[in-house]
């Protein structure tokens, strides 16, 4: 069961759950929602990146947290901290996201 980390009225911030691979997945790899990162993902690519975020996590105490719908349990996003992993001139350091 997945940790409520921040709860509004409409949307809850948790930790994450295998049934957010999917939906993850599908964001990751659409141009348009992608258009401000460096380029979309594979699905190989969203699949190591949700690594990544279980790893950070346990690492650190803190990184992405998936944003749910409470109105329909939707996963619409994700939001929180991350380290930068990879080769840019203000790395290394952590993003807001």
Known sequence: MAKVFIETSRL????WEKEDIKPFTELNSDPE?????LK????????DFFDNVQEEFSRC?????????K?????IGYIG????????????????M
């Not at 929602?33 to 990162?37: A, D, G, P, S, T």
């Open 33 to 37: 929602v992608m258009r401000y990162f």
């Open 12 to 15: 809850l911030l948790r930790s």
């Open 71 to 75: 109105e329909d349990g939707a996963f």
């Open 81 to 96: 901290f991350h380290h930068i992993t990879f080769d840019v001139d203000f790395a290394p350091g952590v993003e807001i």
């Open 61 to 69: 105490g803190y990184g992405l947290y998936v944003i749910e719908r």
């Open 40 to 47: 979309s993902l594979t699905e190989e690519e969203s699949l």
